[in-house]
């Protein structure tokens, strides 16, 4: 069920989600014990990779009709990404999230997999080099160079979707400053999942919600954040995209969990779209983690996908029924929220 809320701006939806209570609990206290123990200021970074490695290959199963082959992007590595439904002529730029240190193969195969199938298009999954191995701002050069070779193999912008969760999040806000400031065309428009947006950890969220959040804390995100980038860089807005131009982007579709602490990064970077007169929907989700939408024991991620292929058939000429329903039963499109 969705409701705007009278304390929140018309295009801020909260939505909260009948799934199962027990999934959601048990979530919460894995989390907590897996991730949130772990993520200490001086954690080692290989000690991290280990453990997330291993939750990965528990949280995530793999579509068995899913292609997967590798392709070098100007010298980026990339996957594309197809299921039986994917038409060729429409593209998922996908950006995958991990703080700009970690990946999470299976988790992000099968979330992007959903996506291909739902959406019914075809996904390129950039495989951007992390830090500390290579610093900011390797990841968003490593995105630049691929989007700049998928327009080069001549396909149109607006058949050419961005998404992006976390740190993926970003570097899809990021990516779009530099497709504005380069003057190019922009995609048809974008969709981020709990981006972080500001290096300064400015959000009131950040210290609301660091009790409700089962995944993180300041105390981590401070001293994670010193891996990737320097103070004097924070501001960049090839780091901290908040602090971007949002005048011209395309609409943009935010997803976030209302007890997570990156929250307001959403809706900070919505209220600046919405400033700079760019479409924007900022949905916030009652009770769940960070990303929730890849974790495939809970029902949350498949209603959610639901909201973001509404979103796309609004803003795009892709036409994105669902297969599976009967026409009579597809549902109903909106009108866009200014």
Known sequence: MSA??????????????????????????????????????????????DRQAALDLK???????????????????AEWITLP????????????????MFKFPRLHHAMVASWCRRIRARALMVDYRLAPEFRFPTGVEDVWAAW?????????????????????????????????????????CAVMLS??????????????NEKRDPMFTTSAMVGLRHHYITPEEMLSPDASSLFGDF???PPLFFQSSESEMLRDDSLRAAERAHAAGVAVEVELWANVPHVFQGLQALSHG?????????????????????????????????????
């Open 247 to 249: 005048s011209g982007l």
């Open 85 to 100: 439904e994917s038409r060729e002529d429409k593209v998922i730029f996908y950006i995958h999230g991990g703080a700009w």
């Open 4 to 49: 705007p809320s009278a304390t929140l701006p018309s295009y801020v939806t909260l939505v909260s989600h009948a799934g199962s209570r027990f999934r959601l609990w048990w979530m919460d206290k894995l989390f907590r014990l897996a991730v949130k123990r772990a993520f200490k200021y001086d954690a080692e970074i290989q000690f991290l990779r």
């Open 302 to 338: 498949k209603a959610a996908l639901e909201s973001i292929a509404d979103f796309v058939t609004r803003h795009t000429d892709w036409d994105c029924r669902d297969p599976q329903l009967p026409l009579l039963q597809q549902p109903e499109s909106t009108a866009p929220i200014a």
């Open 59 to 77: 949280m995530a199963k793999i579509d068995p009709e899913m292609q997967v082959r590798a392709i070098e992007c100007n010298g980026t590595p």
């Open 195 to 208: 981006p972080f947006v500001d290096f300064t950890l400015s959000s009131p969220s950040m210290v609301t």
């Open 148 to 188: 700049q070779w998928l327009m080069a193999q001549g396909i149109s912008t607006r058949d050419v979707i961005i998404g992006g969760d976390s740190a993926g999040g970003n570097l899809a806000l990021a990516l779009l400053h530099r497709i504005k400031a380069a003057g190019q065309p922009m995609p048809a």
